[in-house]
């Protein structure tokens, strides 16, 4: 693989010794020079042996898009910058980034707050997910980017996991953190496509979560999307030995009855994605087994590790519940006060001796620094 990487042009990526990515700088600007000055980056070691591959990354920087522009070419090959005439979700300007005529990413950028938008589809991320992964890094680090969301999948091609069995694991609770916790919202729906059945699909957790999983039949998706010319001139294709060969990844050839995908989706509504120089490019299958304990079975780990929440979430749930304490008793504290009781003494009557279970939802026991006082 060649590349463009600080202005050196055909680069041998492969041949790149990983212990001097932290010495090369931002690719230079039209202006001449770096925007930023590079950054003492420790290095990951490449985990090449993760099972889990990263299906979607998305991140927003302050940088101009020119500069973002040049840092997504010095890894993808033959990028192209396809403008829009549009913008997209409040953005109003963005781009397509195509490679190949397929479109593997998006940027966007000119609004008022000035942070601009870069997302990769899986197609991308699976060019640099394993041994390119540091430049990546490097690239998020120089830029200073806010990772807004990052999506694992891990596929199983022989029948390990079937549909069944996340069902099954559905009902004994392994979507829960905890045993008799609150059991999570979850979505079923079956497709139909030009051939026929393209499988199941089980959705945990709310569109609107942090953290939400899709369990779905792969091989019968992928089947299914055969186009219907195609198979008129097919002799009958039995779906059952139907088999798909090694290009998906798997080793040798599966049977499309058999194909099953796990993705786990991690946004930043309310989770810190950019902890530890992100090393969630690297650690994905500890991230992905500390999802719940399904995925940790499933992916051969005693636990796993979980995105903090974010103390600044707290301290609005606190902000909010002492604005209601306020509204419904300010006024009997008033008049305790008036009334020669001291603050400590109010306190203590009105201290119930448990802890606000509003306070543990919004994650007051993920975290030990300290809380903003009165």
Same mark, same amino acid.
């Given at each position: ?303 796993? #590790?979980?995105?903090? *929440?974010? +103390?600044?979430? %707290?301290?609005? @749930? &606190?902000? $909010? ?6 509204? /419904?008793?300010?006024?009997? #504290?008033?008049?305790? *006060?008036? +009334?020669?009781? %001291?603050?400590? @003494? &109010?306190? $203590? ?6 802890? /606000? ?18």
């Amino acid at each position: 693989m060649t590349g463009i990487v600080d202005g050196f042009s055909d680069f041998d990526v492969d041949s790149l010794d990983l212990s001097e990515v932290a010495n090369f700088g931002p690719p230079s600007s039209n202006t001449g020079g770096n925007l930023v000055s590079p950054p003492q980056i420790a290095i990951f070691q490449a985990q090449s042996s993760q099972k889990c591959k990263i299906d979607y990354l998305s991140f927003t920087s302050m940088q101009p898009v020119a500069e973002l522009q040049r840092y997504a070419e010095s890894f993808t090959l033959d990028l192209q910058f396809r403008e829009q005439p549009r913008g997209w979700q409040g953005y109003p300007k963005s781009a397509q980034l195509m490679q190949n005529g397929e479109n593997i990413g998006l940027m966007a950028w000119g609004a008022p707050h000035g942070r601009n938008f870069v997302s990769f589809s899986g197609a991308a991320c699976k060019q640099w997910c394993d041994y390119r992964v540091e430049l990546v890094q490097h690239m998020l680090i120089e830029v200073r980017a806010r990772l807004t969301r990052i999506d694992y999948a891990l596929d199983f091609y022989y029948g390990e996991v079937t549909y069944d069995d996340a069902e099954a694991a559905l009902a004994a609770g392994e979507f829960q953190l905890k045993a008799g916790g609150r059991k999570p919202s979850c979505q079923r729906h079956g497709s139909e496509g030009s051939y026929g059945n393209m499988g199941r699909t089980l959705y945990v957790g709310a569109p609107s979560s942090s953290k939400r999983i899709c369990i779905y039949e792969k091989g019968l998706e992928q089947f299914g999307k055969l186009p219907a010319q195609w198979l008129e001139d097919q002799t009958e294709l039995d779906v059952v030995s139907y088999r798909i060969d090694g290009s998906v990844g798997c080793v040798g050839d599966v049977s499309v009855v058999e194909w099953l995908r796990a993705e786990v989706r991690y946004t930043n509504a309310d989770r810190d994605l950019d902890s530890d120089q992100y090393a969630m490019l690297f650690r994905r299958d500890e991230y992905f087994a500390g999802a719940y304990p399904f995925c940790a079975r499933v992916i051969g780990l005693a636990d796993g #590790v979980r995105p903090a *929440l974010r +103390l600044t979430e %707290t301290e609005a @749930e &606190i902000e $909010k519940m002492k604005l209601n304490a306020r509204n /419904s008793y300010g006024s009997l #504290v008033h008049s305790l *006060l008036k +009334l020669g009781n %001291t603050p400590e @003494e &109010i306190c $203590k009557a009105l201290d119930s001796g448990s802890d /606000s279970k509003r306070l543990i939802k919004a994650g007051y026991f993920n975290h030990l620094q300290k809380i903003v006082p009165f």
